[in-house]
């Protein structure tokens, strides 16, 4: 696609659920970043893929999050047994080229845990 | 201490001034540079990378002080569509190789 597509775009669940979040990056954008953003606040790095390298995961925040890339394209992010402190805005990320700061941001998914 | 650091603001300024954001990064080890812009509910886009010799588009000067650990942008004449927040952005060259951003300054021009 032209842009990074991510859905659904807001997302309300109940304390306890487990949501899964999607991210189509550009064609061809190897790759792939997942960031959340809390009210107000800065963008803070959960989890990013490389081609077919092992993903760094460094900035998961706990066991609760996961996530996978199938074939080198479509990335979901995974939380499981949702708390409050989850609700922010979920961004995804692709670039081309994993030296260069050029990232194309999705419009991001609006998790609200009540 | 944050990796990188920025005055939250807000920089309040009328149309047609001249503006300056600095920011600062705690890791000597960062290679490149960068300041994204993000409106209100939306996503942050690249706005210009930082290179060492200071760069130039239009009407927005970035800078680099290695020594220093910061970074700076200026903005001449102010228009009411830059109103957004400044995001400071640094890539290391060891471990962690995604990006990481600063809190952002926000810049509101009046007219």
């Known amino acids: 696609g032209a842009g990074v597509s991510q859905s659904p775009s807001n997302k309300v669940t109940e304390k306890g659920k487990d949501v899964e979040l999607r991210c189509d990056p550009i064609s061809g954008h190897t790759a792939l970043y997942w960031y959340r953003q809390s009210l107000g606040q800065g963008l803070e790095f959960l989890i990013y893929?490389?081609?077919?390298?092992?993903?760094?995961k460094s900035g998961l925040p706990s066991d609760r999050f996961s996530a996978e890339r199938t074939g080198g394209s479509v990335s979901t992010l995974t939380i499981q047994r949702t708390q409050q402190e989850d609700s922010a805005v979920y961004l995804c990320?692709?670039?081309?080229?994993?030296?260069?700061?050029?990232?194309?941001f999705g419009s991001g998914t609006r998790l609200t845990v009540v | 201490r944050k990796e990188v650091e920025q005055d939250p603001g807000p920089f309040n300024v009328p149309e047609g001034a001249t503006v300056a954001f600095n920011c600062t990064y705690s890791n000597s080890a960062s290679q490149s540079f960068f300041w994204y812009r993000q409106d209100c509910r939306k996503e942050p886009k690249l706005l210009m990378s930082v290179y060492s010799s200071g760069n130039e588009d239009g009407r927005f000067t970035a800078q680099l002080n290695r020594a220093s650990q910061y970074i700076s942008l200026l903005i001449r004449d102010s228009k009411l569509s830059d109103s957004a927040t400044y995001l400071c952005v640094v890539r290391k060259d060891t471990g962690r190789r995604a990006l990481t951003f600063g809190s952002g300054t926000r810049l509101q021009v009046q007219p």
């Open positions: 893929f490389q081609g077919n390298s092992a993903p760094d």
């Open positions: 990320a692709s670039s081309a080229d994993r030296e260069f700061g050029g990232y194309t």
